[in-house]
């Protein structure tokens, strides 16, 4: 009999799991292979943007200079929503790569925090277990 083995897709959201506690555990932290939209208030608390310059600085501006500097690579104008860079291979630049765990998990963005109550599956997430 062969077993059937489910291969996760972040891109399909039909492959995912229903979120569970203690899920995360045993995850090689697909959902930080996804796109992070983050608005100033993340990137102040992320320390990338001061505090005053968030206050007193266009979005515009603050955009292009964050784009020069390889921390986001895209910014939508008309909802002031910045999507931060990623690795090569997809991972986020705050994904350690061996332990697969955020090295800024206190200070990680709203959509981080809210998933996977709030995405493109409510609910679910791109579970996949940790290989050894």
């Known amino acids: 009999m062969r077993s059937h083995i489910s291969i996760v897709n972040v891109d399909n959201c039909d492959t995912w799991t229903r979120y569970r506690n203690g899920l995360c555990s045993t995850c090689a932290a697909n959902c930080c292979t996804m796109p992070v939209e983050v608005k100033l208030p993340d ?13 007193h600085e266009e979005p515009k501006q603050i955009a292009k200079r964050l784009q020069k500097m390889g921390v986001i690579e895209h910014f939508n104008f008309k909802n002031s929503i910045f ?6 291979n997809g991972d986020c ?5 061996k332990t697969r765990r955020c090295t800024v998990y206190e200070k990680r963005p709203n959509t981080c925090r ?10 679910y997430c791109p579970y996949g277990a940790v290989r050894a």
């Open 43 to 55: 990137l102040v608390r992320l320390e990338l943007v001061d505090p005053f310059e968030a206050e």
């Open 93 to 97: 630049q705050n994904l350690d790569a």
């Open 83 to 88: 999507t931060l860079s990623r690795r090569a």
């Open 114 to 123: 809210l998933h996977p109550q709030v995405g493109p599956r409510p609910g």
